[in-house]
């Protein structure tokens, strides 16, 4: 009732505070959402609001852009390296391009930045002292809200098994002298085995999923790596096309002319299949999940998407708290509008981004069409911390992804 009376009054003086001194102590399952149509920004924790104000976003010729950021560094004072050394106290980066939290003396809560996210001088310190690097910070068209996700392609820590009781190993017969009484010894069939222990990953910070398409990139440096397998020399896989590269992928299509006739591209999905062919590893994969932590690459490995013609949509989701020991998670989730171009479906290969074709909610839909290998799946299983957070998309990771940063993923 405290909550929603604060929050009902924030509404009205434009800023509120909830919960702050719990929120002080731990910051890792904050999110914040700034709404562009409202002009508000609203702090999570959870489902839970805990904090809200007015905010003023990018006026024309200068928007804001919309899509999943993160908080990358905090400076309680900042000057402007594009707009003439202009104040920024309490400033809280999102891009390397020069995007950002940070307080104003105007915020008239309409656009009127150059495309940062002006607060109030009041709520941008506080805002401040609560957050951490790397909390996620969602900027929409239209105002949305995280929600409870239940789906069983969610990640979830693996609950280890239970140890074996004689109560439910097989009696067998004893051998050997027992003085003529019939002895019962229990037995197991292929001796004791280990039980599984859960231990706890070296880094417990908060780990970043991406779910994705395949881009050239990945093609390439799969066809890099088999082609090594294969003694073709293309040199080092990096995902780029240089002139080891380039060698080794004709001197495999002149190996195989037939196959290959009318083939004008380079890089083809017909040299991507007969590449998986001959290194005898199946159907070539359409989607790459990549994973991140404390702003560094940690691995990428390939999956699956069914129907691939049908586009993803953007989800992003955060894992609000998790139990090893129960194998439980508990996350949440909110799906942003992210309409593609024309030539980017295309290159895709979508030919219809209306996830309303088919049936069930969008957010459920894609979580569905999502293949993992087991492997995968029980490493990302074995690093979850409250705190992580997924995000499915089209889109790829974006030119603002980069070093120091999170998944940062544009929708608009």
């Given at each position: 009732m405290f909550s929603r009376l604060v929050f009902g009054l924030g509404l009205l003086s434009a800023t509120a505070l909830v919960h702050?001194?719990?929120?002080?102590?731990?910051?890792?399952?904050?999110?914040i959402f700034v709404s562009k149509n409202k002009q508000s920004l609203t702090v999570y924790d959870g489902a839970e609001v805990v904090a809200t104000s007015k905010v003023s976003t990018g006026k024309a010729g200068h928007t804001t852009p919309s899509g999943i950021f993160s908080v990358l560094e905090k400076q309680k004072y900042h000057e402007s390296n594009l707009y003439s050394d202009a104040p920024m106290p309490w400033m809280q980066r999102l891009t390397w391009s020069g995007i950002a939290l940070h307080e104003s003396n105007s915020v008239p809560r309409y656009p009127a930045s150059h495309g940062c996210v002006r607060m109030p001088a009041a709520f941008a310190r506080e805002l401040y002292k609560m957050t951490d690097l790397s909390v996620p910070v969602i900027i929409s068209d239209a105002e949305v809200a995280p929600e409870p996700i239940v789906h069983p392609n969610l990640f979830h820590p693996e609950v280890p098994e239970p140890p074996l009781l004689l109560s439910d190993v097989q009696l067998r017969p004893a051998i050997g002298d027992t003085g003529g009484k019939s002895v019962q010894l229990a037995m197991n069939t292929v001796g004791p085995q280990p039980v599984a222990a859960i231990v706890a990953p070296e880094n417990t910070d908060p780990i970043r999923i991406l779910i994705t398409r395949r881009t050239q990139r990945e093609t390439v440096l799969d066809i890099q790596t088999y082609l090594n397998q294969l003694g073709f020399s293309a040199g080092k896989p990096d995902g780029l096309l240089g002139t080891a590269t380039i060698q080794a992928i004709n001197l495999f299509k002149a190996l195989r002319p037939a196959l290959f006739r009318g083939d004008k591209a380079l890089v083809s999905d017909t040299l991507l299949r007969e590449v998986y062919a001959a290194a005898g590893k199946g159907e070539p994969p359409n989607g790459v999940i990549m994973v991140r932590q404390d702003f560094k690459p940690v691995f990428e490995a390939p999956l699956t998407i069914e129907n691939p013609r049908?586009?993803?949509?953007?989800?992003?989701?955060?894992?609000?708290?998790?139990?090893?020991?129960?194998?439980?998670?508990?996350?949440?989730?909110?799906?942003?509008?992210?309409?593609?171009y024309r030539e980017t479906m295309k290159r895709l290969g979508i030919a219809n981004q209306e996830s309303s074709i088919v049936t069930g909610t969008p957010i459920a839909n894609a979580l569905s069409r999502i293949s993992l290998p087991d492997q995968t799946r029980r490493r990302i299983d074995g690093m979850l911390a409250a705190g992580s957070t997924l995000t499915i998309t089209d889109s790829g990771i974006g030119p603002e992804t980069g070093a120091g940063t999170d998944f940062i993923t544009i929708t608009r």
């Open positions: 702050h001194a719990a929120l002080a102590a731990d910051a890792r399952t904050l999110q049908l586009a993803l949509g953007t989800h992003f989701f955060t894992l609000h708290a998790v139990d090893a020991e129960s194998g439980t998670a508990n996350w949440l989730g909110v799906t942003l509008k992210n309409d593609l």
